[in-house]
């Protein structure tokens, strides 16, 4: 165990419990804001592995904004408070769903384990620098097609809540 | 100088998670956080392939923030999506099926919304 591995350790640990907590809570904004404590918890995974940019684009792409709007679908959709008994499904249900996560994460395991090896490897950090040279060399393409998406997400957004209120006001 | 089978470990529990969260919930926002989940994994999948070095590219790291960035307009439309039947069905509960059929004549009745 190397220094690195505990620090990894104490964060994937972080990350995993309220991962289980946000599939698992009966309260509706609770579920989003273990989420919160979820990805900053991969953000810290990111800072260990030595990805710095990322982590911080991962605070404030999916702690910032993301689960921000999550919480705004909660709220306009009226999510209640406490409990809500009405949303939660049967036993069999959810223990079939966590036979398949389960089996899911056991065919993954199977595939990564022999892929891990058994001694540490050094980590290299990247420079953001370093990042930023290759985002506009040879991810440009991809990086600008990604701005195309960005804006055609924004206007489907727009013209999808827009519609439905149309129609919703000339149904009533 | 660090071992690659817990972040590995890690990404696939996490996969695993959001699974589980996708197939156990109903409402459908909750769904949404278990592919978010299954998003993470495979990011911190993409990284801890990107740390352990011969990467010419950066493309652990270049294609991670590219996740994050396509997740964020995935959220952004699914959430769209959710209000909008909010609206019409008064719920999001995904294993409630009846109300579609009965805002489809509605729907053929408005004609082309545009």
Known sequence: ?172 | MIHLLLPYAVAAALVGIGTYGVLARRNAVLVLIGIELMLAGAGLLLVTAGAVGGDRWQAGNVLTLFIITIAAAEVVLALAVIVAVFRRRDNIDISITTALPASAPAAAETGDPR
């Open chain 1, 1 to 172: 165990m190397t220094s690195l591995d505990l620090a990894f350790a104490a964060a994937g640990a972080v990350t995993l419990a309220a991962a289980v907590l946000a599939v698992t809570t009966r309260h509706l904004v609770h579920s989003a804001l273990w989420l919160v404590l979820s990805l900053g918890g991969l953000a810290g995974c990111y800072l260990v592995l030595g990805a710095e940019l990322v982590a911080l684009v991962q605070v404030l792409v999916y702690v910032g904004a993301v689960v921000v709007l999550v919480i705004f679908a909660l709220m306009l959709t009226r999510a209640p408070i406490g409990p809500s008994p009405e949303h939660t499904t049967s036993r069999l249900h959810r223990a079939l769903a966590a036979l398949l996560g389960g089996g899911v994460t056991a065919l993954l395991l199977a595939v990564l384990v022999p892929l891990a090896g058994r001694e540490a490897v050094a980590r290299t950090p990247v420079v953001s620098a370093v990042i930023a040279g290759d985002l506009f060399a040879t991810w440009v393409w991809p990086f600008e097609a990604l701005s195309l998406l960005l804006l055609l997400a924004l206007i489907g957004a727009f013209s999808v809540a827009r519609l439905t209120g149309g129609r919703a006001q000339g149904e009533s």
